[in-house]
DNA sequence: CGATACGTTGAGAATTTTCAATCCGAGTGG
DNA sequence: CCACTCGGATTGAAAATTCTCAACGTATCG
C-alpha cells in the first residue's frame, strides 16, 4: 500500500495535472485515448449510455481511484463526468509501460483493480437481477457511498457530505428521481437513514446494515487501496 | 486466434479433463482454489447468490470459455454450475505460470479475457439500470445467445438450440419463471422470435435488431476468441 | 402409473412509473 | 433589496409493469 501510495505519486509528480469543471466530462464513452487518470481531488461519476440515449450511473470515483480500469481495450466503455470541481492526473500509456518496468509490482497491482473492478461489476449484476425492493437500493448505495469516504463503516455519528443528489442516486440505482424522494422519506420516516443536502446520516446503523446486507456490494468503484496484494 | 486455440490445445493435452454432470458444480462461490477452468463441451451457468440466498445468473459459459476471469483474487466470485453435461480442463495457477513464461503473449489474453468481462458485465449493470421492460430483456438474452452459439447475427431460417429452460431465462434477466412465460408468449404473438423446448426460433430479424440494439449487450460471457490483440 | 419438473393461465396485490402541479433555495439582474 | 428564474425536491393520483399465489396442464422418466 506504501509502495502504491509511492508509485502514484512518482508518476503524478512528473505530469501535469488537469483540473475538470463541476459537469464536464473527463472522457467520453466511445471515444478513445491512450491515457489513464488519476483521480487527485473532486468526484467523478460514471456513466453508460445506450444507443436510445438512456443514460445510467455504474460507479463513482473518488480521489485516490484510476480510470479507466483497463488497458489493452482501446474505447472508453463508460463517460468519466466531474460532479463537481475536479483534478486528474493524466497518465499517458507510454508511461505506464515504463511505470511497469521499474516497478515490476505495477503490473499486478493495476490487474488487481481490474479484477476488483469486474468482481464489483458482477455483483452488482446480481444484486439488481434479484430484484431488491427500491429502500434495499438505495440505503446499499449511500452506505456504501459514506464506507468510500470514511474508508470504515460509518456509525451514528457521523456526517457525511457527498456531492450527488437524488438525480444521481435516481441513475446510480435504476429509479425514477421522483420514487426516489419517495423512498427517501420512507427510509428516514423508518429511522434508518437521512439523505439531505448532500449529507447522509446513519440513523441506525444495526437496521442499516442488516438491510444493506443483503445485498453487500461495495459501492462507487474500487479504491486502488483496496486491493490485497498478500 | 490461432495462437489461442494452440496454447489451449498445447495445455489442455497435458491436463485430465473433467466430467461435471447436469447440475453439478464445477466450483462454488466463496470457496477458492489455484485452478481455472477451460470449457470443453456443454453449457456452464454462472450463479451469483446473496447472503438472503437469492441467486441471479450473470453469464453464461460456453466451449472455449475460460472460468473464472480472474487470477489474482483467490476466491470464486460466483459458481459456476453444469447445465447440461459438462467437460472442463482445468488448468493450476503454476501451469498458468509456466504457460506464461514459454508464450509471453498469454499474458495479453488473458489480460483481455478479464477485461473484456468488465465491459460485459458494466454494459449488462448499465442495460438492468435503464428498466429496459421484460420483453426487451429477454429478447435480449436470446438473441445474443443464439448469435455467441452461431457466431454470427442469427436469421429467420436458423434453428438454434440451447439446453436452457424459462427458469434460467428468469434468473439471467431479473424475471419471474411465470412472467417469463408471459413475456415469451407476447414475443411470440407479436412476431419477433420463439423460444420452445431448447430452441430459439427468429421470426423478424429486423425487428428483434430493433428492439434489442437499444441494449446491445452480448449476452452469456466472454469468449476468449473474441478478443482482439491487434 | 406415479412422481416430478417445467410451463401455462387467471386474478389480485404490490411496486414503480408517469404526468402534472407545486415548492424551495440559490443565484442573477434590475 | 426585490423579482425572476432555474434546477432540484416533493406531492398527488392514475396507469403500467411485474409479482405473488394458486391452480392446472404436459412431458419425461423410472
Known sequence: MADEESIKDLECSRSPSLSIRAGEAIFEQGSHSDYIYNVISGWVSLHHTNREGNSAIIGF????????????????????????????CPIHASRQVR?????????????????????????????????????????NLLWSL????????????DRVVVPISQIQIGLATGITPVHVSRTLRALRQA?????????ILIHNRAKVEMLVGASTNGWGSEHASDINLS
Chains 1, 2 share one sequence.
Open 61 to 88: 470515483a473518488l480521489p485516490g481511484d484510476v480510470l479507466p480500469f483497463k488497458r489493452l481495450t482501446k474505447f472508453y466503455n463508460f463517460s468519466a463526468v466531474a460532479i463537481d470541481n475536479v483534478t486528474v
Open 99 to 139: 511505470l511497469e518496468h521499474h516497478h515490476p509490482e505495477y503490473d499486478a497491482l493495476h490487474r488487481g483493480v481490474v479484477e476488483q473492478a469486474l468482481d464489483l461489476a458482477e455483483t452488482n449484476l446480481a444484486a439488481h437481477r434479484f430484484g431488491a425492493p427500491a429502500e434495499e437500493r438505495v440505503a
Open 146 to 157: 459514506a464506507f468510500k469516504c470514511l474508508r470504515r463503516p460509518p456509525s451514528e455519528t
Open 191 to 199: 429511522g434508518l437513514l437521512q439523505f439531505d443536502r448532500h449529507m
